[in-house]
T-cell receptor, first 113, second 111 residues
Framework: SAVISQKPSRDICQRGTSLTIQCQVD?????MFWYRQQPGQSLTLIAT?????????ESGFVIDKFPISRPNLTFSTLTVSNMSPEDSSIYLCSAGRGSNEQFFGPGTRLTVL | DAKTTQPNSMESNEEEPVHLPCNHS???????IHWYRQLPSQGPEYVIHGLTSNVNNRMASLAIAEDRKSSTLILHRATLRDAAVYYCMVYSGGGADGLTFGKGTHLIIQP
């Protein structure tokens, strides 16, 4: 198993600003993912964070809006850029090894005013 | 990417078995089927996953149809702590469109 921590746990931000969310894993993993989850809804994959190369983004998500870093096998960041109220959501990080189980962080609850 | 379909909600009694269905009719031959559950204000928790054969672990069993177009998560003896939203997910591998979560089934357990 793996333990995932995220920082911050929650934040309230002004529109037009940016927020960087950190995800730390307690062991080396091959795969790290970033999701968005609206309250009461399912998870939507934003991107796969690749170590040493650019992230792979899903349809509807672009690097300029959601830049991702993954400098090593245990850490990744997601930045939500030029925020608007529509970006208010819960952002989740997960980690896994290949096709095996994913372990999720507790999430970051973002409110944009 | 494979689409997954789940019932919005199900209700069961405590100490009885629960069968949670998921349809993934467009699944590819190498796609894995995963199940996760989520309690309010928490991140999802891994339950079980499989490829073709049925799988058992300490939490649940996963029954996969022979044509792999559907699967069923089985909780053998539900407890109140099993009340959660259960998500079925099809995993195709890293890369764009690599995984798809269903909308989830809200499982209600009656004492």
């Amino acid at each position: 198993s793996a333990v995932i921590s995220q920082k911050p746990s929650r934040d309230i931000c002004q529109r037009g600003t940016s927020l960087t969310i950190q995800c730390q894993v307690d062991s080396q993993v091959t795969m790290m993912f970033w999701y968005r989850q609206q309250p009461g809804q399912s998870l939507t994959l934003i991107a796969t964070a690749n170590q040493g190369s650019e992230a792979t983004y899903e349809s509807g998500f672009v690097i300029d809006k959601f830049p991702i870093s993954r400098p090593n096998l245990t850490f990744s960041t997601l930045t939500v850029s030029n925020m608007s109220p529509e970006d208010s959501s819960i952002y989740l990080c997960s980690a896994g090894r290949g096709s095996n189980e994913q372990f999720f962080g507790p999430g970051t609850r973002l409110t944009v005013l | 990417d494979a689409k997954t379909t789940q019932p919005n909600s199900m209700e069961s009694n405590e100490e009885e078995p629960v069968h949670l269905p998921c349809n993934h009719s467009t699944i590819s031959g190498t796609d894995y089927i995963h199940w996760y559950r989520q309690l309010p204000s928490q991140g999802p928790e891994y339950v079980i996953h499989g490829l073709t054969s049925n799988v058992n672990n300490r939490m649940a069993s996963l029954a996969i149809a022979e044509d792999r177009k559907s699967s069923t998560l089985i909780l053998h003896r539900a407890t109140l702590r099993d009340a959660a939203v259960y998500y079925c997910m099809v995993y195709s591998g890293g890369g764009a469109d690599g995984l798809t979560f269903g909308k989830g089934t809200h499982l209600i357990i009656q004492p």
